[in-house]
T-cell receptor
Framework: GAVVSQHPSRVICKSGTSVKIECRSL??????MFWYRQFPKKSLMLMAT?????????EQGVEKDKFLINHASLTLSTLTVTSAHPEDSSFYIC???????????FGPGTRLLVL | GEDVEQSLFLSVREGDSSVINCTYT??????LYWYKQEPGAGLQLLTY?????DMKQDQRLTVLLNKKDKHLSLRIADTQTGDSAIYFC????????????FGGGTRLMVKP
């Protein structure tokens, strides 16, 4: 089946630094990618919708200057957590939409810990 | 707005059937999904149902959809310890590749 990868799978960083998370669709072109955030023992909350070649659409309450999303190509979207703080520690999951099949595939997630 | 709700916890004995329930509010939902999340892992799509269906069976999994009551259930037959995980229901409106709205997740514990 279709595969979506995320890199890194786990990252620990100091408060104030920026962290970039990559989401790649490995065998299909993703016209749209979604970024979700999951808090411990909580459900997934949509952060933003990323369309290739255009600006991301952020959900209410998500700071676009804090969570920078770049969907540079049909196979890659990046989420950069800028000036990370401990409250940004979370599990970030991306999904990619296969436009040919109208199906969405999830990445394995990236666990971010900000010290 | 959209809202998807699930009970938090379910405990069953190995070999029994598990039924996980989900309710949603958006009557324009087109696809409804069940995902499984094991500890520390991402989401695994288990099955999905199109809104014009009322039942779908896939091996040990049976999905029932009551569109009138906006109620979705996942039945796992002969539940095994490896089924212990968090199960999320989710809905989407329009095409299957659109954004998903997730329920809070039901933690299934299977006792040997």
């Amino acid at each position: 089946g279709a595969v979506v990868s995320q890199h890194p799978s786990r990252v620990i960083c100091k408060s104030g630094t920026s962290v970039k998370i990559e989401c790649r669709s490995l065998d299909f072109q993703a016209t749209t990618m979604f970024w979700y955030r999951q808090f411990p023992k909580k459900s997934l909350m949509l952060m933003a919708t990323s369309n290739e070649g255009s600006k991301a659409t952020y959900e209410q309450g998500v700071e676009k200057d804090k969570f920078l999303i770049n969907h540079a190509s049909l196979t890659l979207s990046t989420l950069t957590v800028t000036s990370a703080h401990p409250e940004d520690s979370s599990f970030y999951i991306c999904s990619a939409r296969d436009g040919r099949k109208e199906t969405q595939y999830f990445g394995p997630g990236t666990r971010l810990l900000v010290l | 707005g959209e809202d998807v709700e699930q009970s938090l916890f379910l405990s069953v004995r190995e070999g029994d059937s598990s039924v996980i329930n989900c309710t949603y509010t958006d009557s324009s939902s087109t696809y409804l999904y069940w995902y499984k999340q094991e500890p520390g892992a991402g989401l695994q799509l288990l099955t999905y149902i199109f809104s014009n269906m009322d039942m779908k069976q896939d091996q040990r999994l049976t999905v029932l959809l009551n569109k009138k009551d906006k109620h979705l259930s996942l039945r796992i037959a002969d539940t095994q310890t490896g089924d212990s995980a968090i199960y999320f229901c989710a809905e989407t409106v329009g095409n299957a590749g659109n954004m998903l709205t997730f329920g809070g997740g039901t933690r299934l514990m299977v006792k040997p």
